[in-house]
């Protein structure tokens, strides 16, 4: 199995996971045209695509998935919460296929197995995922306001971990937003900061990783540096080993 993302932060996230021949995309949240275009810059193909999961209906995560289901005949798992808020923004197209997740059981799309799990966060029935293809497991966990017991469960013993650093907690306070946002960041249904993401990372198993990689930052209120100090914190390494996604590139072709 192999992994890359097209982009990650507040204007755009889609992650990739590809294994035999079977390509899904976690979240769309870019443009048709610009989705088409960062696939090929991975030497992918729209057509190759077999699925796009969507996590939650925020437009950063779902804005692109059903026109580009629509243009390359690609079925669209989400759950039932995501899917009647999307039909409430009048985002879902007729004519899409559509599977709906049950976010506490796995399911399979060819090789691919996709562990679904609940995360709180301000929309109607979010999930994140463990991506495995039988040998390695790739961790997702993105726009999550505080974690439990049951999500570190899940990324226990993974291979990978893409994991959210949205924001420095004194940028944030500190920074231009207005009162009512930094409180929706902050609170328990909002993001992770560096330091929870680090408590996080330093709380679960992490004797199989192999890549770690910081996602989601805000461009207002987090800085790269700070976001990679408090994830090498975590694992004890330099933090040179610390790979990060942007909004402009994602991240290139990682391995398992």
């Given at each position: 199995?192999?992994?890359?993302?097209?982009?990650?932060?507040?204007?755009?996230?889609?992650?990739?996971?590809?294994?035999?021949?079977?390509?899904?995309?976690?979240?769309?949240?870019?443009?048709?045209?610009?989705?088409?275009?960062?696939?090929?810059?991975?030497?992918?193909?729209?057509?190759?695509?077999?699925?796009?999961?969507?996590?939650?209906?925020?437009?950063?995560?779902?804005?692109?998935?059903?026109?580009?289901?629509?243009?390359?005949?690609?079925?669209?798992?989400?759950?039932?919460?995501t899917l009647a808020a999307l039909k409430a923004e009048g985002k879902v197209l007729d004519g899409v296929p559509l599977c709906i997740v049950?976010?506490?059981?796995?399911?399979?799309?060819?090789?691919?197995?996709?562990?679904?799990?609940?995360?709180?966060?301000?929309?109607?029935?979010?999930?994140?995922?463990?991506?495995?293809?039988?040998?390695?497991?790739?961790?997702?966990?993105?726009?999550?306001?505080?974690?439990?017991?049951h999500v570190e469960r899940m990324l226990g013993g993974l291979d990978a971990l893409v994991l959210e650093c949205n924001y420095d907690a004194?940028?944030?306070?500190?920074?231009?937003?207005?009162?009512?946002?930094?409180?929706?960041?902050?609170?328990?249904?909002?993001?992770?900061?560096?330091?929870?993401?680090?408590?996080?990372?330093?709380?679960?198993?992490?004797?199989?990783?192999?890549?770690?990689?910081?996602?989601?930052?805000?461009?207002?209120?987090?800085?790269?540096?700070?976001?990679?100090?408090?994830?090498?914190?975590?694992?004890?390494?330099?933090?040179?080993?610390?790979?990060?996604?942007?909004?402009?590139?994602?991240?290139?072709?990682?391995?398992?």
């Amino acid at each position: 199995m192999r992994f890359a993302s097209l982009a990650s932060g507040s204007s755009g996230n889609c992650l990739v996971a590809e294994a035999d021949g079977t390509v899904l995309l976690v979240d769309c949240g870019l443009a048709l045209t610009e989705t088409e275009r960062r696939l090929q810059r991975l030497g992918l193909q729209p057509a190759q695509v077999s699925g796009i999961l969507i996590t939650h209906e925020h437009g950063d995560h779902a804005c692109g998935a059903f026109e580009f289901a629509a243009a390359h005949r690609v079925t669209v798992y989400l759950t039932h919460g995501t899917l009647a808020a999307l039909k409430a923004e009048g985002k879902v197209l007729d004519g899409v296929p559509l599977c709906i997740v049950n976010g506490r059981q796995a399911f399979f799309i060819d090789g691919l197995q996709l562990v679904p799990f609940t995360v709180p966060h301000d929309a109607r029935e979010p999930i994140q995922y463990v991506v495995s293809d039988g040998a390695a497991k790739l961790g997702v966990l993105t726009d999550i306001g505080m974690s439990t017991p049951h999500v570190e469960r899940m990324l226990g013993g993974l291979d990978a971990l893409v994991l959210e650093c949205n924001y420095d907690a004194d940028l944030l306070w500190n920074g231009g937003y207005p009162r009512w946002l930094k409180e929706r960041i902050a609170g328990p249904f909002g993001h992770l900061d560096n330091r929870e993401s680090e408590r996080i990372l330093a709380a679960v198993d992490r004797s199989k990783l192999k890549h770690i990689i910081g996602a989601h930052l805000s461009q207002a209120n987090n800085r790269p540096e700070l976001a990679r100090a408090a994830l090498a914190r975590a694992l004890g390494c330099a933090e040179s080993w610390i790979s990060l996604a942007t909004q402009a590139e994602g991240f290139g072709w990682r391995q398992l």
